[in-house]
């Protein structure tokens, strides 16, 4: 017998997370973000949120969303620009906001998944971002130690997926998405297209079931561009 | 003087033959239109893809395939998808060969700061810092001075640094510097119809000219 | 007494619903025979396989496909494969609900040891120390006594160890015994026909009988 | 213009490895070992080999072909069962063996290949392999510090493969290909089908082409199977 985590939708996805959790989303840019929690998590009016993303989407899509219903209390992230609704919040006071190299970012994910309790990283050595951090020399190099990150929830998605949870991506859109999606302790999925075990080649899965505890096939993706550029 | 376009077309003449190279946003990304026919090279982008191609045309456009940049992009034959962790692990194992990236400042041990001025919102550092953390080569596209005729090229940064002696080159609108490992800005090139003295005055960390300065040449 | 397949019909009952289960070397292969029908259950091999389905027929064989015991396997439909580094990484990020091994000798507070012994060729602990590191639930397979009559389970290990306070669960031809966090074997169930007395007899380590001590169900 | 990394042959691709370097063999068991670059190891004859690799292959096949000749001064494996030569070579003290966790082989690599310099692993802790080793407590639970491999070269097989490096395996032949490929001063790849670029989804991809220096497409590949294990 299969472990199936199908679940209905994006509401029922996320019906559990509360106020003050710490959510992990996946994307970059709006480039493989999770548009149909996010909707569902603006309808929830969720309060009080930690967010580690890579950005903080735009004034009125992505994490934008949340911003505007002020449900983000910090962002964990290596790049906010494109919102003016974050800089009024951050200026004011309202918002929260760690910055920390995309690689960190990306590590600290991948640490949680691979159940590393640190690693490791020459990025941001000689910067402000080393206040305050361990720093270790390996062979005539200095390192920081950054820690794994720990979340409540992982949100991502991905453009296939079984309802064991096996994962495929497309594109660019795979960024965060995996390693979030290995190191949430609850891993929400939403996919594109939702299929049977079976249908997916066992050598193509990206992010296997294991780490996937709901998936559900999402619906009115938008997949909006920000910067659509056109060759000349 | 240079403008944008003859910089990145100075910057290109760096590239060497079969070597993997990411373009930061700018002037960088520029750079890509003028690699030579003869010269195989893979641009790396750090949100997921080798083997970046130009912009799509508007029947190729594609939500799902953009640059670091968030710019849509095509891929070349022979690309390849990955994941963040793996494309800052690459950086990171200094398996690409060249970094090109913009700077507000570069001071002359080589000190690289260009993400956050104090007192203006802050956007974050992206990537730029784990880049030029393990870069085996850094080149720098930079204006030589601010609007207010201030060198960039500085002992010392004073801005925020984005990493420490990393730099390796430089291209501005004046001319082509090392940064020598034992530090100082040593003069390569002159931009066409620049003299050297133009370069002395715009250059306040240490300027090291040796013998007769070439004027850059394009091809 | 039980024999090893009666071992692995009786460690099949602890299997939960909806769990990723790693079986290793021996009685616990055989454990995957004994999945009741209406619990859903995904094998891990840790050479990089979640969903191994049962040993193939003569035309499914592929060199390409083995198990951790470097058998010839089968996948089941939603199966999955990686790389050692991800299964490894799901093993320490314990992704896998239950670990199902043997041993050579387990003590009371939970050690075990089942990869080396002095004076004897030693091939190496493979797979083993990652996963009695990380599993979540640890159930161990094994012979109460050794072939002269003497304890496996012990106050403390004199095998050189593989994990410390690891093991939850052990699964002998004598009984069923729980390894308490506070150390102690505590007497879960006697095989059929056993007695207290015998399973007294064979074990050195703390054993706690508290109450009757009823003989195991198969069903 | 593309990158090009074929090479010929085996023969080639392994001209340069000297006496007395660190090599890295992918493959668990006998599959997904690189039998072209072995067979021509054999021939070259060269020695006093450090070589990391999870097993050693059987008496007259994989690594065991190698210790047939002596080539091995040193192996550093998991598990080194099933060869009688491996064993009478240590007992002899003609052969250095230095055996590590499974996992933590797999991440010694990993960590190569992502430029960590070290990585914490629980794989260990209380056993002889922490013996000389720096233990570290996260949150409650200790670790051990274990650091990255550094190895000459990496010779790994792949199922298919373009002339770029890109890498795609079948299988549980994945196993510790991917990683070595990734940690190897100098790559090298044999592959069943070496393909033009383009040929391969680059969405497949499991190891991209920056992390080879050399791919070429073997020939005659025996595949041997250690233990068929048939269906009763």
Redesign the interface.
């Known amino acids: 017998m299969m472990i199936n985590k199908e679940v209905k939708n994006a509401e029922e996805a996320i019906v559990d997370i509360k106020d003050g959790q710490t959510i992990m989303l996946g994307g970059f840019g709006l480039c493989g973000i999770p548009e149909n929690c996010i909707a569902a998590l603006v309808k929830k009016g969720v309060t009080n949120l930690t967010c580690i993303s890579n950005n903080a989407g735009v004034d009125d899509f992505g994490i934008g969303l949340m911003l505007q219903q002020r449900q983000v209390k910090k962002m964990i992230a290596s790049y906010v620009g494109e919102n003016a609704e974050f800089e009024r919040q951050l200026l004011s006071g309202e918002l929260d906001v760690e910055l920390i190299p995309q690689g960190t970012l990306a590590f600290r994910c991948m640490a949680a998944g691979y159940g590393m309790p640190a690693i490791f990283t020459p990025a941001g050595i000689g910067t402000e971002v080393a206040i305050g951090k361990e720093v270790r020399n390996f062979n005539g190099k200095d390192y920081l130690l950054e820690t794994a990150f720990n979340a409540d929830f992982a949100i991502v998605k991905a453009w296939k997926g079984d309802i064991t949870g096996n994962l495929i991506f497309k594109g660019t859109s795979r960024n965060f998405n995996t390693m979030m999606a290995m190191a949430g302790k609850i891993t929400i999925a939403e996919v594109e297209e939702l299929v049977e075990p079976g249908e997916l080649d066992p050598n193509q899965i990206h992010v296997p079931g294991v780490y996937i505890h709901r998936i559900f096939q999402g619906s009115n993706y938008e997949k909006r561009i920000e910067k659509k550029t056109i060759s000349k | 003087m240079l403008d944008k376009e003859a910089i990145a077309k100075r910057i290109a003449k760096e590239i060497q033959h079969?070597?993997?190279v990411n373009l930061g946003i700018g002037i960088p990304t520029l750079v890509a239109n003028y690699i030579p026919?003869?010269?195989?090279?893979?641009f790396?982008?750090?949100?997921?893809?080798?083997?970046m191609g130009?912009?799509?045309?508007?029947a190729e456009?594609?939500?799902?395939?953009?640059?670091a940049?968030?710019?849509?992009?095509t891929?070349?034959?022979?690309?390849?998808?990955?994941?963040?962790?793996?494309?800052?692990?690459?950086?990171?194992?200094?398996?690409?060969d060249l970094t090109i990236l913009g700077a507000m400042e570069v001071s002359e041990n080589g000190?690289i700061a260009n993400w956050k001025i104090p007192g203006k919102?802050?956007?974050?550092?992206?990537?730029?810092?784990?880049l030029v953390?393990?870069a085996k080569n850094i080149i720098v596209a930079m204006q030589h001075v601010n609007k207010d005729g201030e060198s960039k090229l500085l002992p010392n940064c004073t801005l925020?640094?984005?990493?420490?002696?990393c730099v390796k080159k430089i291209v501005t609108e004046l001319a082509v510097l090392a940064v020598l490992p034992e530090g100082g800005f040593k003069l390569l090139e002159r931009a066409p119809g620049v003299s050297v003295d133009t370069i002395k005055k715009a250059t306040l960390g240490k300027l090291i000219i040796e013998g007769e300065i070439p004027e850059m040449a394009f091809d």
């Open positions: 079969n070597s993997y026919k003869n010269i195989a090279v893979c790396q982008s750090e949100n997921g893809l080798l083997g130009p912009f799509p045309t508007e456009v594609d939500a799902d395939l953009i640059n940049g968030k710019q849509t992009i891929m070349l034959p022979g690309a390849s998808l990955f994941d963040s962790a793996m494309s800052f692990g690459m950086i990171h194992a200094q398996k690409i000190d919102m802050v956007k974050g550092m992206g990537g730029a810092m784990d953390a393990s925020p640094l984005t990493g420490i002696r």
